[in-house]
C-alpha cells in the first residue's frame, strides 16, 4: 500500500500543499505539533505499515521537530520493511538501501528544523515576556465562566453526552473534560 502522510501544526493551517499529484491509497492526516510522536494519525500508520509498503511525506518536518524522532521513525519505518520518501528533500530510505549520504543529509535538515522549532518556542517566551512587562499578556483567558462550568456539571449529571455539551458551549470535548 502507499501511505501519505499529511501534518500541519494548527487547525487554522492548510494541508492542500503536501503531497500534490502523489496517488496513494491511504491518508493520514494531522492537524497537531510534531513536537513529539504521541499522534493519533502518525501512530495509525506505524502500526499499518507492513512490508513493501511506501510512505510519503511532504518534507522531514511533517513527520517530525526534532532529530531523535526522525531518526527512530524513519528507523521503524524500515525496519517493518517498508520504503519512506521525503519529497521536498529528494531522500528515500529503504529497507535494503543504504546511504550514509542520505542518512547524513537526513540528521543535518532534521537538526535544522529542531532549531527552527527552538527559536520559535524562544521568540514565543520573549514575545511575551516582553507584553508582561508592558502589562498587555494577562495569560490565556478561561473558555468558560464559573456559571458555564456549573451549568455543565449539571448536564453531565443528567447524563448528557459530552459531544453534545461542547458542541452546545463552543468548545472541545477535551475543554468539558478539563473543567470537569
Known amino acids: ?42 501512530q495509525a500508520m506505524l502500526l499499518n505499515i507492513r512490508v513493501g509498503d ?3 511525506v511532504h518534507s522531514m518536518d511533517r513527520l ?9 521513525l524513519v528507523e521503524e519505518i524500515t525496519n517493518k520493511g517498508a520504503k ?15 546511504d550514509p549520504y542520505q542518512k547524513m543529509m537526513m540528521t543535518m535538515l532534521g537538526a535544522v528544523a ?6 520559535i518556542l524562544e521568540r514565543q517566551r ?14 490565556g483567558q478561561p473558555k468558560l465562566t464559573t456559571e ?13 453526552p459530552i459531544t453534545t455539551i461542547a458542541k452546545q458551549y463552543g468548545v472541545s470535548r477535551r475543554t468539558v473534560y478539563n473543567y470537569l
Open 1 to 42: 500500500m502507499i501511505f501519505n502522510y499529511i501534518r500541519v501544526s494548527t487547525t487554522d493551517q492548510n494541508t492542500e500543499r503536501q503531497l500534490l499529484n502523489i496517488a496513494y491509497d491511504r491518508a493520514y492526516i494531522e492537524k497537531i505539533s510534531g513536537k513529539n510522536t504521541n499522534r493519533p494519525e502518525l
Open 54 to 56: 511506501v510512505v510519503n
Open 64 to 72: 517530525a521537530r526534532n532529530t531523535k524522532d526522525l531518526l527512530n
Open 84 to 98: 519512506i520518501i521525503f519529497h521536498k528533500e529528494n531522500l528515500t530510505f529503504a529497507p535494503n538501501k543504504q
Open 114 to 119: 529542531e532549531l527552527e522549532r527552538n527559536l
Open 126 to 139: 520573549e514575545g511575551i515576556a516582553l507584553a508582561k512587562l508592558h502589562g498587555k499578556y494577562k495569560g
Open 148 to 160: 458555564q462550568v456549573e451549568e455543565i456539571k449539571a448536564l453531565v449529571n443528567k447524563r448528557t
